[in-house]
Structure formats: structure tokens, C-alpha cells
T-cell receptor
Framework: DAGITQSPRYKITETGRQVTLMCHQTWSHSYMFWYRQDLGHGLRLIYYSAAADITDKGEVPDGYVVSRSKTENFPLTLESATRSQTSVYFC????????????FGPGTRLTVL | EDQVTQSPEALRLQEGESSSLNCSYTVSGLRGLFWYRQDPGKGPEFLFTLYSAGEEKEKERLKATLTKKESFLHITAPKPEDSATYLCAVPINQAGTALIFGKGTTLSVSS
């Protein structure tokens, strides 16, 4: 099916563990994004990528690592998870630079114990 | 400081009772404004893009309007299936890669 998929949809991990959230899109969009959504804060940008091998920080990048070796995939890694990283994570994509809309995936709910 | 504020935080309507949601913004040089709908447990779903003051877009019972300082999402004769959280967002850089989102308005429509 076309669109953005995220996996896993739910994840429980422990403090200090490494965890990777996966994002895959079938539209061949050049731009991809990772957001976190928390009560009281709304959606905040973690990292984005303009193309394969091009990534840049967003508003809240600390504690996260991204890579983009293929256009369709944009994994987000928490190298050493902390409780403050408990959140819902959304991946998004858009076709190119400029003020066009982003399309979001279904989200991953991550709990760090 | 760039900021997006949505009001009210929550809105309860009876089916058929029209109302409006507000999104006010303070950004240097508006480049566009997006409206999204988010259902519980799902990702935001794109609704509208508005680029300039005076612009209006419609989709079924929803109509979005834009002025130089705010945007309104008008809901005409809402139905229970319109219940959701509505988010607005504004790009704050030239590449359109950085969006500031409002915290949303949660709409509940009862029959």
C-alpha cells in the first residue's frame, strides 16, 4: 500500500537501551521528518532529511540519531533511552522544498521504563 | 519569537451547531498555514494549505480562512464524525522544513 508506514507501532523499553524506530514511505518524497508529540507541547521536530545522506537537526535533537541511506527509509535511533523520551513519534514526508504540506505516518508509541 | 496559538483548547458542540476554531500566529513573514485533523491514536491528516491573506478553502463541512494574523476553521452543521483534534502549523524557514504546530483544539460533537 502506498503511503508512510512506521514500525513498531508500540514499544516498551528500559532506560539505557538502544531502540530504533523505522519509517518507510512509498511516494519517493525527497523530504522526511521525525516529530515527537507530548501533552502540553504539541508536535516538535526532532530531525529532518532533504535527501539520502542529507540530514539536519530540528528543535529537539538531543539523544537521537538519524540516518538516510535510501530515499524511502528514515530510521530514528535512541542510543540510550531515557524516561523523558517516552512519547508518540511521528514520521512525515513531503515532495520537495517550499511551503507544501507534509504527510504523516500512523505513529509509534514509545514507553521508556 | 515565532509562535502559534490555538483556541479554544476544547470545544463541545451539538450536532448541527456551527462554530469556528482559531489559530493565531506571530511569525516574521507568513509563508503558508496548514490545517490538520488528528484522530485519537492516529497521525495528523492533512486538510488545507492557505498561502495568503484572504484565501479560503473548503472541504465538506469545513472552511478555512486566513488573515494577516490568524486563521479560522469554520465547521458548518457538524456531525459526530467531525470529532477530532484540529491542528494548525506554520513554516518558519524558507525551505519549509521547520513547522511550528499549535497545541490543537479538541472538538467533540454529540448527537
Amino acid at each position: 500500500d502506498a503511503g508512510i508506514t512506521q514500525s513498531p507501532r508500540y514499544k516498551i523499553t528500559e532506560t539505557g537501551r538502544q531502540v530504533t524506530l523505522m519509517c518507510h514511505q512509498t511516494w519517493s518524497h525527497s523530504y522526511m521528518f521525525w516529530y515527537r508529540q507530548d501533552l502540553g507541547h504539541g508536535l516538535r521536530l526532532i530531525y529532518y532529511s532533504a535527501a539520502a545522506d542529507i540530514t539536519d537537526k530540528g528543535e529537539v535533537p538531543d539523544g537521537y540519531v538519524v540516518s538516510r541511506s535510501k530515499t524511502e527509509n528514515f530510521p530514528l535511533t535512541l542510543e540510550s533511552a531515557t524516561r523523558s523520551q517516552t512519547s508518540v513519534y511521528f514520521c512525515a514526508s513531503k515532495t520537495g522544498s517550499g511551503y507544501n504540506e507534509q504527510f504523516f505516518g500512523p505513529g509509534t508509541r514509545l514507553t521508556v521504563l | 519569537e515565532d509562535q502559534v496559538t490555538q483556541s479554544p483548547e476544547a470545544l463541545r458542540l451539538q450536532e448541527g451547531e456551527s462554530s469556528s476554531l482559531n489559530c493565531s500566529y506571530t511569525v516574521s513573514g507568513l509563508r503558508g498555514l496548514f490545517w490538520y485533523r488528528q484522530d485519537p491514536g492516529k497521525g495528523p491528516e492533512f486538510l488545507f494549505t492557505l498561502y495568503s491573506a484572504g484565501e479560503e478553502k473548503e472541504k465538506e463541512r469545513l472552511k478555512a480562512t486566513l488573515t494577516k494574523k490568524e486563521s479560522f476553521l469554520h465547521i458548518t452543521a457538524p456531525k459526530p464524525e467531525d470529532s477530532a483534534t484540529y491542528l494548525c502549523a506554520v513554516p518558519i524557514n524558507q525551505a519549509g522544513t521547520a513547522l511550528i504546530f499549535g497545541k490543537g483544539t479538541t472538538l467533540s460533537v454529540s448527537s
